[in-house]
């Protein structure tokens, strides 16, 4: 609209005699008017310049000399007074404004009323010409006038549903891309959605059996322990009855082959170090179980990623060595942290411990970390043996391992995943087998108070 | 938006007779062009009409010389009021220097007063007009026929406008000259502080609606 206002539609424009008549128009009637016996016949200006004229023309090609002084003294109300007895003169004029005359001499034989029957004829029909082309010129600059408004109307009209159209057509077009899309991304909040649910039912579970375990396995262990102090008691009380000669009878060097109390007494020691070694195992279960749920006791504060990363590596500095693992840093600028460093650390922990163990030897585990936006993102890479796709779903699902039995208890993930959530991050891991994994985190940087869902709440 | 060339020393206006279809604009400008003085007046042009309808517009001239020497001519439309012409409409409200609002007096009419009046102000904010500003009166026609609005609630309707309202019955020629008069008067006053056609061109406002609305001389005198 704004810019159909630049246009101008004035209607109307002032027009002069020129504008209105064409040769053409005039000429034909001045040629009649000589023939019929007419000296001269013109057609002039307002300011009685000749703009056509027919017969015997003056040199100066103007109004006789009387007239035009008084058109000089703009005295045209009695202009047509100064018509002569062998000449008429009229005004002619446009929308109630003289623009030119009308003008036709005789020579002096001319009978004056003949003179001015033509000058009668000859300008009525001189003015309907001039109202006829009027009207032509005002139709058609109105007609030229609405269908160029129209017209601009519809080419708005036109610009703006191209526009629509082409927003459809897109839209159209990325139509099944989107579903595609869409489709996709709810399949993945749904999965996560199940996954929480899942390990949020699980761990419940988990910490009310680990609390069940934790009573009988106290008494279990101290009883072992116990046991253990009797059973030397017993070992040196035989002890001392063999070395005894005076109770060195056959009769129970015989009883003492047979029951295998030598044999008996060397296993024994064996076998309560195992079960104390597994209820030792068991022990430590419970309390990963409990370090896990006691999570939400911790306090927060500002931290640098990297520095906690840095500590981490150091509290696995043994093992990297021991593995002879290779550590490469790509750190980048990331702004502090809001939360807490003991558990960011325990969250890095988890995936590191996993990267040294992804291989046997030539373990290279890549530590990448950066900002975008108002996330940091770190990511864990190894170049171990990877994860089957299969069972990447069910990595971070607690007491889900691949691991021997003693090696791995499968909570590792699950503590760091729980972590991560808390603090309104996320995880995600990207593996192909042979090919390594990689672990990425991503946790916002201005978010203060954990949003995620822990399980143990 | 008065055409005002300093150099030629004229200036064009344009008065606009704006209002529903049937409401009396054609017959107010046949009636004005019945009673005013042939001098300085031109002759009603009326574009094709098709069965008393104005289809294009009508085009009442006036042309005279101020005492200053400045030319002035004005020219009185008609617009179609008829809704379909609207581009029409718009056209000749184009550069309009005052409006006579024609509304038809008939109590059914009232709605297609309302709605010419609204096509009104969405057209004049169309081709850039300020109504707040533009010279504007309106005239309640057809006063002699039964069925009317009655005059209080005129007055009571358009008092809080400003906007002067003329009683007219253009058939029979009352309220014609009293409209058309009070619209030159203020189209006069609305250039006058623009172009000072008082001190600049010696054009007093009583010179200048005289020229414009000055009666036949047959008439005058009764
Ligand atoms: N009774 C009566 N009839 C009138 C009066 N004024 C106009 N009319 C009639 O109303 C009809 C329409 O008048 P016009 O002047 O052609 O109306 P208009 O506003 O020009 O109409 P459009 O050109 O269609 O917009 C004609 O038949 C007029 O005779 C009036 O004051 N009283
Ligand atoms: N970097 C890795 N490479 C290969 N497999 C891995 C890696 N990290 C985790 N996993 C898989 O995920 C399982 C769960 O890991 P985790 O929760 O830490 O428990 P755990 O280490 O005790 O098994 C592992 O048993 C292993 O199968
Ligand atoms: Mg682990
Ligand atoms: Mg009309």
Redo the contacts between chains.
């Keep these: 609209?704004e810019q159909m206002?630049r246009i101008?539609?004035?209607?109307?424009a002032?027009m002069g005699l020129k504008d209105i008549l064409s040769a053409p128009d005039v000429l034909p009637l001045l040629k009649a008017m000589v023939e019929a016996g007419a000296d001269l016949a013109a057609v002039t200006d307002d300011k009685g310049k000749f703009l056509w004229s027919e017969g015997n023309i003056p040199d100066n090609r103007e109004l006789p000399s009387t007239v035009m002084e008084a058109i000089t003294k703009?005295d045209h109300k009695n202009l047509e007074t100064l018509s002569r007895v062998n000449w008429r003169l009229s005004a002619i004029?446009?929308?109630?404004?003289p623009i030119g005359f009308f003008f036709v001499s005789a020579p002096e034989a001319l009978n004056e009323q003949f003179l001015s029957n033509l000058m009668d004829t000859a300008f009525t029909g001189l003015n309907i010409i001039i109202?006829n082309i009027?009207?032509r010129v005002?139709?058609t600059e109105?007609h030229t006038?609405?269908v160029k408004?129209?017209y601009e109307e519809l080419l708005e009209i036109n610009k703006n549903l191209t526009a629509s159209e082409k927003k459809y057509k897109e839209l159209a077009e990325t139509l099944e891309q989107r579903v595609i899309e869409r489709t996709e991304e709810l399949k993945r909040a749904y999965t996560r959605l199940l996954q929480q649910e899942k390990m949020a039912s699980i761990g419940k579970l988990a910490a009310g059996v680990a609390h069940e375990i934790n009573n009988p396995m106290g008494f279990i262990y101290s009883n072992l322990n116990t046991f253990w102090k009797y059973i030397k008691n017993i070992d040196e009380m035989l002890r001392f009855y063999s070395q005894e000669s005076g109770h060195r009878s056959r009769e129970s060097e015989e009883l003492r082959k047979k029951l295998k109390i030598d044999f008996i007494i060397n296993d024994i020691h064996g076998l309560i170090k195992q079960s104390v070694d597994g209820a030792e195992r068991i022990k430590n279960i419970v309390v990963n179980l409990k370090d896990f749920s006691h999570i939400d006791e911790a306090t927060d504060s500002e931290m640098s990623i990297n520095e906690e990363m840095d500590n981490t590596i150091g509290v696995l500095s043994h093992e990297i060595k021991n593995r002879s693992a290779e550590i490469a840093k790509q750190y980048g600028q990331v702004a502090g942290f809001y939360g807490n460093p003991g558990l960011i650390c325990q969250a890095f922990l988890n995936i590191l411990l996993n990267a040294l163990h992804s291989r046997d030897d030539n373990i290279i585990v890549t530590i990448k970390t950066e900002q975008h936006g108002d996330n940091a993102v770190i990511s864990i890479a190894d170049n171990g043996k990877g994860i089957p796709s299969e069972i990447q779903s069910r990595i971070f699902e607690p007491f889900f391992t691949t691991k021997d039995v003693g090696k791995g208890i499968g909570m590792g993930l699950t503590v760091t995943y729980d972590i991560i959530s808390r603090y309104g991050g996320n995880i995600e891991v990207k593996s192909e087998p042979e090919k390594g994994a990689t672990f990425v985190i991503t946790l916002p940087l201005n978010g203060k108070r954990e949003t995620g869902n822990g399980f143990y709440e | 938006m008065i055409e005002y060339d300093e150099i030629e020393q004229r200036m064009v206006l344009k008065l606009v007779y704006y209002g529903p279809a049937m409401s009396g604009k054609t017959t107010n400008l046949l009636r004005l062009h019945d009673i005013l003085a042939i001098e300085g007046r031109g002759d009603l042009m009326t574009l094709d009409t098709k069965d008393d309808r104005t289809i294009f517009f009508d085009l009442l001239p006036f042309f005279f010389t101020a005492p200053g020497g400045l030319k002035i001519k004005v020219k009185v439309y008609t617009v179609p009021g008829q809704v379909r012409h609207d581009a029409t409409r718009k056209a000749v409200l184009t550069r309009a220097d005052g409006i006579a609002f024609i509304a038809d007096s008939q109590i059914s009419e009232s709605a297609n007063n309302v709605e010419s009046f609204e096509n009104l102000e969405k057209n004049l904010a169309f081709v850039g007009i300020d109504i707040e500003k533009i010279p504007l009166i309106i005239q309640f026609n057809k006063r002699d026929l039964k069925d009317i609005i009655s005059e209080d609630e005129i007055h009571r309707a358009w008092e809080s406008t400003g906007i002067p309202v003329f009683m007219a019955s253009a058939l029979y020629g009352q309220g014609v000259l009293e409209t058309f008069r009070r619209l030159v008067a203020l189209t006069y006053d609305y250039i006058d502080i623009r172009h000072s056609l008082k001190e600049k061109h010696m054009l007093t406002k009583e010179m200048f609606v005289d020229n414009l609305a000055r009666l036949s001389a047959d008439l005058a005198e009764q």
Excluded: I, N
């Design positions: 609209m206002d101008d539609f004035s209607l109307g002032d703009r004029y446009h929308e109630a404004e109202r009027v009207k005002f139709t109105l006038t609405v408004r129209s």
